[in-house]
């Protein structure tokens, strides 16, 4: 079902055609695997989550266009900085007859029917404002990815109940402080987190890890095997080309 496409930039592909966020779309599929896609759900608007966007809609125009899903505070950006008009044509007004990116606010907590998906969009602990998406396939599968996040992730579990769980970390336990400052996961945050889940929903789903920052992918590597062995969880590092079945 899901396929993490690159941990460069951010971006995962589920079954082809619809994308998490958009950081390597371009520079990791092919133009006919672009022309594919359906539609972006947007985590937030940090650079390294919306970066192929300009590209792809160039790649996509004037024939057809592409949807992107997410929040208020991610139009903004996308409106008033990468699509204005200065650094690339403003792709949501142009072409005029069909403009490359249409952009739709989504609902938190409200399932939202998207390129044949039931996508949930859950708020998420993060620097600036962010979503997760739940995304339930049609045989009922169901993938949580929370784009970046970190500590009090675990006030969203009850409104998820995921076969696997997609999220990040980006900084070994050492860097506890910065992360908790950022907004982002160590292995030790991310422990809490996953006993949380496990108290309030009896299991801990697969889970993978990308946003690894490279600098301390070997430690955070060795701090997450420990993690996992304590837990007694399948919880393993995402790679680029990485594909995932459920």
């Not at 142009?94 to 490359?100: D, G």
């Not at 696997?164 to 292995?187: D, N, V, Y």
């Amino acid at each position: 079902m899901t396929e993490i496409v690159s941990i460069r930039p951010t971006a995962l592909l589920v079954d082809d055609v619809l994308a998490l966020d958009a950081g390597s779309l371009c520079s990791s599929l092919s133009l006919p695997a672009q022309q594919k896609l359906k539609a972006i759900l947007l985590t937030h608007h940090h650079y390294d989550h919306i970066r192929d966007i300009p590209l792809l809609a160039m790649n996509l125009s004037p024939e057809r266009s592409i949807e992107i899903y997410s929040i208020a505070a991610a139009f903004e950006v996308l409106s008033t900085h990468l699509l204005d008009g200065a650094m690339y044509p403003n792709f949501l007004r142009w072409p005029e007859h069909n403009p490359a990116v249409k952009f739709t606010s989504i609902a938190p907590y409200e399932p939202t029917d998207i390129a044949g998906y039931s996508v949930l969009a859950i708020p998420v602990p993060h620097a600036v404002p962010t979503i997760g998406f739940q995304v339930a396939s049609g045989e009922g599968k169901k993938a949580f990815y929370t784009g970046d996040t970190g500590a009090g992730l675990s006030a969203c579990w009850q409104h998820v109940s995921p076969d696997l769980l997609i999220t990040e970390l980006s900084l070994p336990q050492k860097r506890e402080q910065w992360a908790r400052t950022t907004g982002h996961f160590t292995p030790q945050l991310l422990k809490a987190e996953l006993v949380q889940f496990r108290n309030l929903k009896g299991y801990i789903p697969p889970t993978i890890l990308i946003h690894i920052n490279p600098s301390w992918e070997s430690q955070i590597e060795r701090e997450v095997a420990d993690v996992a062995r304590e837990l007694g969880a399948s919880i393993t590092l995402g790679y680029e080309g990485m594909k995932i079945d459920l």
